[in-house]
């Protein structure tokens, strides 16, 4: 069974950064894209970014473009996103996800996911 953890959340001001990291054990992690959703309170879950099995192509979301990149360490086993510009509206539980599926479509959508981590949260102040 493969596990998924991630770290590196926490409080940060508004215009800081942070870098999330996710530490995949158990399976071939080159196998798998790799997807971070959020989840803000009393809202659904929604994607972030995702990277390629061999980081070739990455994608993100509208409200991140420009301001998170997303990157993986196939040797390592990990997955980041390093999160600059913070906004308050960036607050949330982070999660990574794995993935089997090719392609934008599929990454965005929670239930093409085959793995998840248990999520770490992120909190943005004013």
């Known amino acids: 069974q493969w596990q998924l953890v991630e770290s590196g959340g926490g409080v940060v001001q508004a215009g800081g950064s942070l870098r999330l990291s996710c530490a995949a054990s158990?399976?071939?992690?080159?196998?798998?894209?790799m997807v971070w959703f959020r989840q803000a309170p009393g809202k659904e879950r929604e994607f972030v970014a995702a990277?390629?099995?061999?980081?070739?192509?990455?994608y993100y979301s509208d409200s991140v473009k420009g301001r998170f990149t997303i990157s993986r360490d196939n040797a390592k086993n990990t997955v980041y996103l390093q999160m600059n510009s913070l906004k308050p509206e960036d607050t949330a539980v982070y999660y990574c996800?794995?993935?089997?599926?090719?392609?934008?479509?599929?990454?965005?959508?929670?239930?093409?996911?085959?793995?998840w981590g248990k999520g770490t949260l992120v909190t943005v102040s004013s």
């Open positions: 996800a794995a993935t089997l599926d090719s392609g934008l479509k599929s990454y965005q959508l929670p239930t093409r996911m085959n793995y």
């Open positions: 990277i390629s099995r061999s980081s070739g192509i990455t």
């Open positions: 158990g399976r071939t992690f080159s196998s798998y894209a």
